[in-house]
Every structure is written in C-alpha cells, then in structure tokens.
C-alpha cells in the first residue's frame, strides 16, 4: 500500500462527524470492566439521575468509541515498542473520559488546542485517526504531527486545530494564553490571521497535567490570562503523580483548585474526571463561562494513571498494590461501559462487537503505518527557517529613499520611525514588553509625556495605534516570549522588548525549546514569526554586571534563529524591517551604547528600505588585514583603523550585521585578499561568538593565511560597575590596534 493510500484508507476509522474517530477499544480495558461488573459499580450507576440524563443515548456511545479508540491505539503502541516498532511510549490511560468530553464540546473549525502527552481521546474525539497515531509511533514521514521529528503523544494537526507542543513541562500555558489574545484581537477586528486553519470567535483550550502547575510558567500565564480576561480554558488533569511523586508532595495543600481560585475573573470548577458524564457537564459549564467572554477557567479533574509514566518508568517502584488496584477500580472505560449498559443505552453484545472490530480496525492501522516510509537522513536541516519567504534573498534588498530635508536621527529614531511604518502597514503587529507603553492607565495620557520604554525606542507607539496593539506586559520574560509565540503561532505579527539582555534568561527556555525550534519540529505546520528586540551590550560607564552583558553566542548557537545586531541607525532599520516581515523568529539586538551615538546617525530610508540578513558591510576597504567585527567595536575598529593607516597598515573592516546567518562568502573574499586577520567581539574571549570564526576561517582557509587567527574579546570576567575596571575589562581601540600591529608586523 502506497503512503497516500495508506492515509487515505483512514476513512475506515472515521466516524461520519469529524469528532468521532473509528471506534476502537482495548482488550486490557475490557477485561478490566468485566471483572470490575457486579464490584460495586451498578450501585453507583443507579445513584445516578437516569430518568433525566445528561446526555443522549448517541452521545454516551459516541464518547465511548472515542474512548475505545485512544485505548486501543495505547495497547496497540505499546505492543510496538515492546517489538522494537516504537521507540517511546507514554499511556493516556485512566484520561480518557475527560478528555473525550473536551473534544465533544470543543468546536474543531474554530477553537485551538494545546494537548499534552496524556491527550489521546482528546486528540482522537477532534479527528486525528488511529492510523495519524500510530505513523507517528513507528516516527513515519507522513505523521502529520511532526514527520517523524518529535516523541510519539505529540498530537497536532493545524486542520483540527491542534497545535504544536514539545516535551517540556508547561511551557505550552503561555503560548496557549498567546494565542487567546490574539484569537480574541483577530476576531475583534476581523482580521485574517492564519491562512488555512480555524479562524472565528474561539477559545483556547490548554491542557496538563498536575505536575505542571509546579513551574512559574503556569502561574504566569494564570495571571496574564486573567489580567485580560482571555478566552482560554485550563484543563489540569491530576493523576495523583508527577512521575513518581505524589501530588502531596508536589502541591501545596494536594489539590491545583483552592490555590488557583484567588485569581480575578477565573472560574475554578472541579471533577471526577474518570466520570464521563460529571466531566462533560463541569466542562460545559467551564466552555459556556469563556465562550461568554467574562474571563477564563480552569477545571481540576481528578483522573488516574493506570499505567507508568512512560514505558521507561516502572510504577511498582513507588506504588503500592492497593493504590494500583484502586486506580483500576475507577477504570473510566469500563465506568462508562456499565453505564452504557445498566441505563440499556447498549447491551453487553453490542459492546463486545464494537470492541472486536475495533481491535481489527486498529490493528490494520498499525500494519499501515509500519508500512510508511521514513523521512531520508537528508531531510534533518529542513524546516528550520520558512521555505517560502527567504530574508537573505535580493527581495529583502532595497534601496533607501531619503527626505530632501529630513534630518538625521540616531538608531533610536530610527528603530521608531521603523516600527511605526510597519504598524501602520500590517495591523497584526502587536508591539509588547516591559514598559514599552506611553502609559498603561491611558487616562493618565491627557496628564503626562508617556514612557515609551526605558530607552524611549516605543515612545508615541501607544498613543498612535491604541492600548490593544502596544502594551505592558508583566514582569516576566517566560511571560513576554511565551505569550509572543502564541499570538505568532494564531497569526499576529509580534514585535516584544526584553528590557536588557541581562535579564533575559527566565524567557531562554522559552526561546531555545520552543520558539526556536518550533517549525522544526511541526515539519512546517505551524510557524512563529514572533520578532525579539533585546537592549545588549557593554560600554555604559556604570552599567555593572546586570546590565553589560553580551551573549549572541547562546542565541546564534540555536537552529530556527535569526539572529542580528546593528551597528549604525541606517542598518537598525533595514535590519528591523526585514525581521518583521520575514517568517522565522528573529533575536534583534541592540547595543544600548549605540542608540543615541553621533557618529552612526542617518535619515529615516523611507517604509521599503530594507537590508537582507547574512549580508556584511564593508564599513572600510584594505589590503593588509581583515578585521571581521560587529555591534559596538565597529566605531572602536574605525578608530584603530585610521592609527593603523598612519603606520602604513591598510586594515579592511567587515561589519557582519547579521549573526545567523552570517556573510561567510564575504569574510572569505577578503581574507583571500589580505591574508590576515582579526575577529574582534564584546563578549568573553572563551566560547564566544567570535572564535566559531575564527575556527572556521583556520579550517576553510588556512593555506590563505599568512599569520595565526587573532582574536580580541573582553576578558573571562564579569563587567565591573568602576568606570577603570569595565574599560580593563572589554575591547578598546587600543586592544584593537596592538593585535593589528601584531598581525602586520608577523
């Protein structure tokens, strides 16, 4: 059978309503509730409201055969990877009757999901099939959640509105709280965010587990969610572990709920999440309280886990018999099985063929997926950055157009007048951070100038364009990256500020495994254009350790980034405008010391003056040397430069601009020419960014060279608060100068 075949053969496993997957069932479970009918579970059914039920006959079967597929499909993996098929396993079982209930009530056309790896009756009540599943088990191409790249449970499909979301722990509250915002902006205006995928009044639904509520992320995005009131509905699902820890050790108190009810305009609503029908109406009540627009909700359900964390886990370790034993007595597959029965919705009979033919259906999936091709080896490098819109390419290259009677301004004027033509071009860019508005109580506005950032680089953004396209955020830089990647994964165009670099590092989780690698890993499904300006750099004469910093290298280091920093405000914004209209996240770096130079101003180059990245800039012709900078040495090597000329030294200098990628057909031409040359960087001398050139540049072009590769870079230190210490401490023109008179003189 073909790959196309084979996908195509899914419709077997589709239920005629996209939400309901092939009914599928699992023979552990069955079993399971057999011999759990008669144990004290028909006393329970009968305590039940039946002469008035919640849901119809149709909908209790209809979440059972959901319920029977996500289970099957489990039994199913887990064969597999005891068979070496699958190479990683993690149960969703003991979720399911919650989670189905989600799916029911969730509009698949409209609304957006953020599963996590327990979410397969969820994933499965929206529509992603058994086949879809296991393809990605045995980590075929065609799994439509990540082509192989990613864990199996990773469940996504854009069509279904399911998005992306990685291994980490709770990183995906943020982004879910992201993309709310910007569903509910989008939907406001009626903009078009995201060609292809839902697009309408919805709702966010984010989902995890227990565990999760432990890292800030969480408590983060409950705060930001209420804040703003935003469309979004936490679904905490609570086995009682975090892997092997109990949830009294990992919650204060044991339950998420009371601690989470403190939080303004939140709705805290709880459940037996193994009770199908008691899942269904908390979370109707929880939809039905966002879909309102009067704020978001969470709901606590209380479910179990009745397999380990994961097959590399062994719960026997930690658990006792009895606690295992209790957790299959709340078996939620077979509780919904006795009630199917004991309410005479469907008879035993019926039951068990439904779960024979699913047990085939499934197992004709697995042999389909087993039969899909792999992605080739060469594939690993795709995916990366946007296929279709490339910033390095001549179409990001423009000419500027200057005013005849415009006056020079300085990169902060520049970086202004940039961001003010682009809002004014694209209204899904957002501009947020810390204290980039005028003032967030706008009627202060009548009163006084406004903030507009601490370096004023957003100053009149506010008054402009309105508090719903430039605002405050929190205090939290996992918040500011995070809520970014949301409002890019849904279709707005965000452009949010880090204060200083030097505080960026609660948001670098963020950053490196999520939005970095996030069109990687969703084989392209899924992107997140979201531009980064951070504050970097040295040279302030005061500025200590915590506000000194240069770290390019831990950005540049990472694939998916594009990292750039200019050096002049011409180049501050042709660079801007390239990274917000390109498609692939961009680290923007702008050195503090050089927003209000002198020596770098220029006029503003007009709305279409743009500079591609990995281009260098020859900031000056020579013959003797190469000298390959960037950022705040580029004035410093100019200096050195001229000295240098007065003793007969012709020193050329390549301003990189772009970091990653970065101009290496440009440091090759010249170092062909000079055979010498000096990489010069702000940050420490060891591990920097400068020595992977200067690595490359012995390695590629060692027989071109005359003399060894010099480098100057700060010292293995920290920035010292004393104006002396800091000057010891990073590269001066002098520094510079003695290692081009080395090199001259070799």
Request: charged letters at 25%; one cysteine or more; proline letters at 5%.
């Amino acid at each position: 059978m073909s790959e196309a075949d084979a996908l195509r053969s899914n419709g077997r496993e589709a239920a005629a309503d996209e939400k309901v997957s092939a009914a599928e069932s699992s023979t552990t479970a069955e079993r399971t509730g057999e011999a759990a009918n008669g144990n004290g579970r028909d006393a329970v059914v009968e305590g039940e409201p039946e002469d008035i039920p919640a849901l119809s006959p149709e909908e209790l079967k209809a979440a059972y055969r959901v319920m029977l597929t996500a289970r099957e499909v489990d039994q199913r993996e887990i064969a597999l990877k005891r068979q070496n098929k699958a190479f990683f396993q993690v149960s969703s079982a003991g979720h399911e009757a919650v989670t189905a209930a989600a799916a029911a009530l969730l509009r698949p056309k409209t609304d957006w999901v953020y599963a996590y790896y327990r979410d397969r009756a969820l994933a499965t009540g929206l529509g992603l099939t058994a086949l879809e599943q296991l393809a990605a088990s045995w980590g075929a191409e065609a799994d439509p959640s990540s082509g192989g790249r990613q864990m199996p449970s990773h469940f996504s499909k854009r069509s279904l509105g399911l998005t992306v979301h990685s291994s980490c722990v709770g990183t995906q509250f943020l982004h879910a709280v992201g993309t709310a915002y910007a569903e509910r902006y989008l939907s406001r205006h009626r903009i078009s965010g995201l060609p292809g995928a839902p697009n309408g009044d919805g709702i966010v639904l984010v989902s995890g587990g227990d565990g999760a509520t432990s890292e800030g992320e969480f408590w983060e995005s409950l705060n930001s969610a209420s804040l703003r009131r935003l469309p979004v509905l936490f679904l905490i699902q609570d086995n009682g572990y975090a892997i092997s820890v109990p949830v009294e050790h990992q919650t204060a108190g044991g339950s998420i709920a009371p601690l989470a009810r403190g939080f303004p305009d939140l709705k805290v609503l709880e459940c037996d999440g193994c009770d199908y029908e008691e899942s269904y109406r908390t979370l109707e009540e929880a939809f039905d309280y966002v879909r309102s627009g009067e704020g978001p909700a969470l709901v606590h359900a209380r479910v179990i886990r009745l397999q380990p964390h994961s097959l590399s886990d062994e719960d026997r370790d930690y658990k006792t018999a009895a606690e295992r034993e209790s957790d299959q007595d709340r078996d939620p597959l077979a509780r919904l099985r006795d009630r199917l029965t004991a309410s005479g919705a469907a008879t035993r009979e019926e039951l068990d063929g439904l779960r024979k033919r699913t047990q085939a259906e499934v197992a004709a999936a697995a042999t389909d997926a087993l039969a899909l091709p792999w992605a080739h080896p060469d594939t690993a490098c795709d995916h990366l950055y946007s296929p279709e819109v490339d910033p390095c390419s001549p179409d990001f290259e423009t000419k500027p157009v200057f005013e005849a009677d415009a006056k020079p301004g300085t990169m902060v004027d520049l970086i202004n007048a940039t961001l003010r033509s682009e809002m004014a071009r694209d209204p899904r860019i957002v501009v947020f951070g810390q204290d980039v508005a005028d003032a967030s109580r706008e009627a202060n506005l009548r009163e006084v100038k406004g903030k507009g950032g601490v370096f004023k680089v957003s100053y009149g953004l506010q008054r402009e364009f309105g508090s719903e396209r430039v605002f405050n955020s929190p205090l939290a830089e996992a918040t500011i990256v995070g809520l970014g990647l949301g409002m890019a994964v849904r279709g707005l165009r965000p452009v949010a500020e880090i204060q200083f670099l030097d505080y960026i590092w609660p948001g670098y989780m963020q950053i490196r495994s999520e939005l970095a690698s996030l069109r990687w890993r969703a084989n392209s499904n899924y992107s997140a254009p979201l531009v980064l300006r951070v504050p970097t750099g040295g040279y302030l004469t005061g500025g200590a350790v915590y506000h000194s910093q240069s770290a390019e290298v831990l950005f540049t280091h990472l694939p998916g980034l594009r990292v750039v920093q200019p050096s002049t405000a011409l180049d501050a914004a042709g660079l801007l405008r390239t990274a917000i209209r390109c498609e692939d996240p961009v680290i923007f770096l702008e050195h503090k010391h050089l927003y209000r130079q002198t020596y770098n101003k220029s006029p503003d180059p007009g709305p279409e003056f743009m500079i591609p990245f990995g281009k260098a800039k020859t900031v000056r012709a020579g013959e003797d040397i190469t000298l390959v900078t960037f950022g705040a040495l580029v004035h410093r090597a100019e200096l050195a430069a001229r000295k240098a000329a007065a003793d007969g030294i012709s020193v050329e200098i390549l301003d990189l601009r772009s970091l990653a990628p970065y101009d290496w057909e440009a440091i090759r031409e010249s170092v062909g020419r000079t055979s010498r040359v000096l990489v010069a960087y702000e940050d420490t001398r060891s591990f920097g960014y400068g020595a992977e050139i200067a690595a490359r540049i012995a390695d590629e072009l060692f027989e071109d060279l005359d003399a060894p590769v010099r480098r100057v870079a700060a010292r293995d230190t920290w920035v010292s608060y004393n104006p002396d210490v800091e000057a010891g401490t990073l590269p001066q023109a002098e520094d510079l100068l003695a290692a081009i008179r080395d090199l001259a003189e070799y």
